[in-house]
């Protein structure tokens, strides 16, 4: 096992774990950057280095490392634990354990996909648009490319991205099944409309040209779309679903689904942090202030981890707990840290217009709502909604009870994929709110461990001067 020490350590590569990276290192702290992936670059600008494509992401990369951060690609990691010196992490890579000690740590763990359970949803062949994506990015692979037989379902940003990507790269799409509701339908746009043209044109720009071309790229489009589910023998085959003209069956190899993303929250909850659940976004949020400060002295997060917000706020708020950091570990004079922040903020301030708009076009469904009995809610288990139901009724009246019952969340995601949704599930049949329901408790480590690990421990120790022990 490996052992060091750090002023800062992040926990994420994506643009906000970079942005943090290139001010805190630039301002002379000592900084490791540790990322499960096995390049920098997040979700957002996943393969940066290889595709070369986001000017933004490349530049911070290069900053980062001329100011002497590491960065640490393919790094899992695995606990943090704490004491009157701060934080230690524990991580994994290339199948070694290793530990470093930091002062400070910026968590920019970012977002991943909100599950979406329909029937069907398990059979090989259905995946989230991410995952698509990041095939096209990393791989580059086409599905529809020999002339169809991807259908994607859902709604939001992430989808029409993907599509015009598709597009550009000379594929097909079968079909595209608009799920949301219709932009006529929300009283609130009228307002925000204006208010994001004037603060963040560029955004709204990009998304009415995301329109523009899922309308020019002659995919056919279902709108107000209802009732999904996928059918097939072994894998999938094809899609059911119904809109206003009545019941539809399209064939299809590949299943993309999407409901929106959600800030990934297994660290945050691993350090008991507070959290908050968000109605209208359906997810729960750790609580932070503009700084990235979390509830816990020592512990920041920035980017989508804290809350949805997209790139370019992922980029200021890894800047503002950067700037923080600086302030807190005596780097920054006050006078200086006062006007970096004001200017910061009133960035973040005017992208959150853009932000504001999109939620309000893409209200992500309640996923327990009509949620069959049959229907799987934790893949990992194949614990269904009927189980869960099951269990509450014989008196296991909360996520963590639930899962003692049923297993639900016990397998290797340790409930990344089906945590809220068992919460909101426990919720609607206890009759109760989401947040009074609770979330299930996270325990290291946060990923499975390889047995060949350990060995690396007890050579380290076999390794250390006996006047040591």
């Given at each position: ?8 350590a ?11 990276a ?7 702290l000592?900084t490791?950057v540790?990322?499960e992936q096995p390049a920098?670059?997040?979700q957002d600008w996943?393969?940066?280095e ?5 000017r933004?992401?490349l530049?911070?990369v290069r900053?980062?490392r001329?100011?002497?951060?590491e960065l ?5 990691l ?5 004491d ?8 994994m ?8 000690r ?6 920019a763990t970012?977002a ?6 329909i029937?069907?949803?398990t ?5 989230g648009?991410g ?5 096209l990015?990393?791989?580059?692979l ?5 002339g169809?037989g991807l259908?994607?379902?859902g709604h939001g ?5 993907y599509?015009?990507q598709?597009a550009?790269a000379?594929g097909?799409?079968s079909?595209v099944l608009?799920?949301g509701?219709?932009?006529?339908s ?5 307002g925000?409309?204006?208010?994001a ?6 955004t709204?720009?990009?998304g ?9 790229s ?5 709108r107000?779309v ?5 059918i ?7 899609v059911r679903?119904?809109?206003?003209r009545?019941?539809?069956i399209?064939p299809c190899?590949?299943?993309g689904?999407h ?5 990934n929250?297994?660290?945050?909850r691993?350090l008991r942090l507070d959290h908050?659940w968000?109605d209208d976004r ?6 932070a ?6 509830s816990r002295?020592?512990i920041w997060?920035a980017g989508d981890?804290?809350?949805i917000a ?5 980029l ?9 950091v600086l ?9 200086a840290?006062?006007?970096r922040?004001a200017a910061l ?8 217009a853009a932000?504001?708009?999109i939620d309000a ?5 309640d996923p327990s ?5 049959t ?5 990992c ?6 189980g869960i139901r099951?269990a509450v009724?014989?008196g296991a ?6 899962k003692?019952?049923t297993r639900c ?5 340790q409930g ?5 949704l068992l919460s ?11 947040a009074?329901v609770?979330a299930?408790r996270?325990?290291?480590p946060l990923k ?9 421990l007890?050579a ?10």
């Amino acid at each position: 096992m490996t052992a060091d020490s750090v002023d800062l350590a992040i926990v994420g590569a994506g643009p906000a774990g970079l942005a943090a990276a290139a001010l805190a290192s630039g301002g002379g702290l000592r900084t490791l950057v540790i990322d499960e992936q096995p390049a920098p670059g997040g979700q957002d600008w996943r393969n940066l280095e290889a595709r070369g494509q986001d000017r933004t992401g490349l530049d911070l990369v290069r900053q980062v490392r001329a100011g002497g951060a590491e960065l640490r690609s393919g790094t899992t990691l695995l606990e943090v634990a704490f004491d009157d010196d701060g934080p230690t992490l524990t991580w994994m890579s290339r199948g070694e354990l290793g530990r470093t000690r930091a002062r400070a740590l910026v968590l920019a763990t970012g977002a991943m996909e909100r599950p979406v359970p329909i029937p069907g949803w398990t059979l090989p062949g259905v995946l989230g648009v991410g995952a698509l994506q990041t095939a096209l990015k990393t791989g580059g692979l086409l599905p529809g490319r020999d002339g169809g037989g991807l259908v994607v379902a859902g709604h939001g940003p992430l989808p029409l991205l993907y599509l015009a990507q598709v597009a550009a790269a000379g594929g097909t799409v079968s079909a595209v099944l608009d799920v949301g509701p219709p932009a006529g339908s929300i009283p609130a746009l009228a307002g925000l409309f204006p208010t994001a043209l004037l603060g963040d044109p560029v955004t709204l720009g990009r998304g009415l040209l995301l329109l523009a071309r899922r309308a020019l790229s002659g995919f056919r489009v279902y709108r107000g779309v209802r009732d999904l589910a996928a059918i097939g023998d072994g894998r999938v085959e094809a899609v059911r679903f119904a809109d206003d003209r009545g019941a539809h069956i399209l064939p299809c190899r590949l299943l993309g689904l999407h409901d929106g993303v959600v800030p990934n929250t297994q660290v945050t909850r691993l350090l008991r942090l507070d959290h908050v659940w968000r109605d209208d976004r359906r997810c729960f949020e750790p609580v932070a202030d503009d700084f990235g400060r979390s509830s816990r002295p020592g512990i920041w997060i920035a980017g989508d981890g804290a809350g949805i917000a997209g790139a370019d706020v992922a980029l200021v708020s890894g800047r503002l707990a950067a700037l923080d950091v600086l302030r807190t570990l005596g780097s920054v004079p006050e006078q200086a840290f006062r006007s970096r922040a004001a200017a910061l903020l009133r960035q973040r301030a005017r992208l959150g217009a853009a932000r504001r708009l999109i939620d309000a076009l893409y209200p992500p469904r309640d996923p327990s709502d009509g949620l069959a009995d049959t229907t799987v809610v934790c893949r990992c288990e194949e614990v269904t909604a009927g189980g869960i139901r099951q269990a509450v009724a014989a008196g296991a009246h909360g996520p963590n009870r639930t899962k003692t019952a049923t297993r639900c969340g016990m397998g290797a995601c340790q409930g990344r994929m089906c945590g809220q949704l068992l919460s909101q599930v426990v919720a609607r049949e206890t009759g109760r709110t989401v947040a009074e329901v609770g979330a299930l408790r996270i325990r290291p480590p946060l990923k499975p461990v390889p047995m060949a690990a350990f060995a690396t421990l007890a050579a380290a120790a076999d390794a250390r001067d006996p006047e040591e022990w």
